[in-house]
Each structure stands twice: as structure tokens, then as C-alpha cells.
């Protein structure tokens, strides 16, 4: 088992900046099993969607709504995952959830959420 706890969200005017970060826990042989990490978000009323995923080697795949803005990495010897999000905009305004995949179980772990809110 792996457990994901987030932190780091808030409430931001638009054009401004956050920064979020994903610890994750766990025995040694589940981490063996995760390979990519990264985070979704879920706005009121819509479906859950992609952001960012980083692998293990820490190549980085953003959702096309993102691309400039934010900015993932990794840290595999601390088990965390680090969203960088400048210049954002209402549209941002979601919960956010930490993802870690378990590729020989194909299972997803998903953390609590942490809400963002970015006013006009």
C-alpha cells in the first residue's frame, strides 16, 4: 500500500502562483511497483482530468491547458512530486489529487485532494 498526502493549495488572484507538493508513504516493495507520479484536478460539476505525470526517469507529460504554466518534477529518494503552477487562471480553480501507479497491480493511488482557488 501507498498513501499520498497533498499540501500547498490555497487561494491566489489570477496571474499568481502556487506551489504543491505530494509525500507519499509506504513499504519499500510497493514503491518497487510505482512507476509514473503526477496530479489531476477536479472541478464542481466536471469530470476528473489530467494535469501532469512525471516517470520514473523524470520525463514530464502535461495537459495541453497547462503547458507553460505549470511545472512538475520528482524527487524518488524522498518519495515526492512537486507541481510548480505560475501565472494561473480561473480555470485553474479546482481540487487537486496526487496519482502514484501501480503498473504490476494497474492500480491507481490517488491522495486526499487539496482545493485551488484562483480569484478574478
Known amino acids: 500500500q501507498v498513501q499520498l498526502v497533498e499540501s500547498g493549495g490555497g487561494l491566489v488572484q489570477t496571474g499568481g502562483s502556487l506551489r504543491l507538493s505530494c509525500a507519499a508513504s509506504?513499504?519499500?516493495?510497493?514503491?518497487?511497483?510505482?512507476?509514473?507520479m503526477g496530479w489531476y484536478r477536479q472541478a464542481p460539476g466536471k469530470q476528473r482530468e489530467l494535469v501532469a505525470l512525471?516517470?520514473?526517469?523524470?520525463?514530464?507529460n502535461y495537459a495541453d491547458s497547462v503547458k507553460g504554466r505549470l511545472t512538475i518534477s520528482r524527487d524518488n529518494a524522498r518519495k515526492t512530486v512537486i507541481l510548480q503552477m505560475n501565472s494561473l487562471q480561473p480555470e485553474d480553480t479546482a481540487v487537486y489529487l496526487c496519482?502514484?501507479?501501480?503498473?504490476?497491480?494497474?492500480?491507481?493511488?490517488w491522495g486526499q485532494g487539496t482545493q485551488v482557488t484562483v480569484s478574478s
Open positions: 496519482n502514484a501507479k501501480d503498473n504490476m497491480n494497474k492500480y491507481d493511488y
Open positions: 509506504g513499504s519499500f516493495l510497493s514503491f518497487l511497483r510505482i512507476g509514473d
Open positions: 512525471v516517470t520514473r526517469e523524470g520525463i514530464a
